[in-house]
Nanobody
């Protein structure tokens, strides 16, 4: 059984910062992709940022330059540093992790991020 435990969400004013964490525990090895998605009310879930096992990263155009994804492979943990937050960043943020053995991966339970004055 694999669990993804997310933390770090909350409410912040525009221009503020938050750091999300997602720790994978259980029977998971050879992690490949660790990524963050978000889903705003009435919208489809979208990729925010991804980190590949080889070291490459990718970002949605809307967050490039403001968000930074990083990972600690020893801890099976992925982070999302979010700076210069905007109201349009308000959403439930989900982490996604897969491995070479299980490419369909696992999803976290989601953490709410609200950006409002």
């Amino acid at each position: 059984q694999v669990q993804l435990v997310e933390s770090g969400g909350g409410s912040v004013q525009p221009g503020g910062s938050l750091r999300l964490s997602c720790a994978a525990s259980g029977s998971i090895s050879s992690i490949n992709v660790m990524s963050w998605y978000r889903q705003a009310p009435g919208k489809q879930r979208e990729l925010v940022a991804g980190s590949m096992s080889g070291g490459s990263t990718n970002y949605a155009a809307s967050v490039k330059g403001r968000f930074t994804i990083s990972r600690d492979n020893a801890k099976n943990t992925v982070y999302l540093q979010m700076n210069s937050l905007k109201p349009e960043d308000t959403a439930v943020y989900y982490c996604f992790v897969n491995s070479f053995r299980r490419p369909q991966g696992y999803w976290g339970q989601g953490t709410q991020v609200t950006v409002s004055s």
